[in-house]
């Protein structure tokens, strides 16, 4: 089995209470999603943590950043964007399911923690645009691409006549 590139051996890396080491590591995190967006599959998700030792344990601080892709909530298009997501999190070797990872060995597998801060910060609503007009419920036409005729006119024009009328 191919060795994950999340991976990390602290031992390696000279890593020991009180010390600092810096990680990059970049991967697929095929499968995370939620309802409305997802990373793409095969896209590469990047790690980037300053790994401190603490007495039985590690704490990561950094930040995880992916793209994403999903649907326009309202119109159904196709949106994209690139998450950022600042994460401050604790591997130990006796952990607490909850709260902390697991510090297994010498061996810190960051894939957890970056699976979880990516499913944190994935858009549940994605909008194309702040201004997206969405679809007609009537006829399913995209209102961003014009009116389809479905709504009445706003004004109509013999009102219009009506209101000349009466001001003259
Ligand atoms: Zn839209
Ligand atoms: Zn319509």
Known sequence: MRQSPFVVNVAALGLGPGLRRHVNRRGSLDGAAVTASAIPSGAEAEVDLMLEGVPGGVVARGEVMAPWEGDCRRCLAA????????????????????????????????????????????????LCGEGCLGLCPTCGAD??????????????????????????
């Open 79 to 126: 949106v994209s964007g690139e998450l950022h997501c600042q994460v401050t999190e604790v591997f130990e070797r006796s952990p607490d399911p909850d709260q902390t990872y697991p510090l297994a060995g010498d061996q810190l597998d960051l894939e957890p923690l970056a699976r979880d801060a990516v499913l944190l910060e994935l858009p549940l609503a994605p």
């Open 143 to 168: 209102l961003n691409e014009g009116a389809c005729g479905c709504q009445a006119e706003v004004s109509d024009p013999r009102w219009a006549a009506l209101d000349a009328l009466r001001h003259d």
